[in-house]
């Protein structure tokens, strides 16, 4: 009896071995599946030849691709330790980006982009100015970008402000009442004949592609050098919205 009792015993340590084993091989398995799906991550950022051999049609492309991935929750794992090392050596971006503040717009993920892929601006309604215009001629004329999109977003707070007629100047905000004076025009462009408000969402979704077209209209106007890259075919100047429900982007 005694010996029977000993052999379940080891009968049952046996199988608590095996049992044990098996899970561990379950969780290594599990444990490179996972290393498996993050290994290699993009360590290098674009050069001066790769910046070179782009035209302006191959990045919207590119971009494009890149909006994809995002709207899928598929964005490019990237190594940016080593990329921040590398980008010391120079900067080649493909493009500039002027984007709204809107903290919800995160450019460079809109687009699956890392550190020194582009460019970016950002102004409250993106619209133009001196400063913002002499940032693009930096990153076109000088560091070689190919492309300039102008970039509105839906339910964009400064030109729903614009289209209401919101008095900043009597808060004491003057400074913000001039750039709502400067997406006004794009308001008065766009026709309707339903209520010129904010809460008109049609009017206000046609108003964010009107101010974003007008704007590379007089970033045009404000730079002859642009202009004159625009006509060789070096650079394009292009308008998108990106929709805050979708995560899409449109080309315009």
Known sequence: MKNLINYFAIIIVSLSVISCNTDKKTTVEKTTVVEV??????????????????????IIVRLKKGNENFVNNNLTQRDHSSQRR???????????????VDS?????????LG????????VAGNIENRD???????ATAVAGSKLVIVMGHTACGAV???????????MEMNSLQNLLDEIKPSVALVKTDGEIS???ETFTTNVIHQ???????????????MAALEKEGKIKIVAAVYNMSSGKVEFI
């Open 211 to 225: 101010n974003a077209i007008k704007t590379v209209e007089d970033i045009r106007i404000a730079s002859p050098k």
């Open 86 to 100: 590398e980008a010391m050596i120079g900067q080649y971006p493909k493009a500039i980006v002027l984007s709204c």
């Open 160 to 170: 729903k402000h614009a289209i209401d007629n919101t008095d900043a100047a009597s």
């Open 104 to 112: 919800r717009v995160p450019v460079e993920d809109v687009f699956d």
């Open 115 to 122: 550190i020194g892929d582009i460019f970016v601006a950002r």
């Open 37 to 58: 799906a993050a290994q290699n991550p993009v360590k290098s950022i674009l050069t001066a030849a790769e910046q070179a051999d782009l035209n302006p049609d191959e």
């Open 132 to 138: 913002i215009v002499g940032s693009m001629e930096f």
């Open 198 to 200: 904010s809460k008109n």
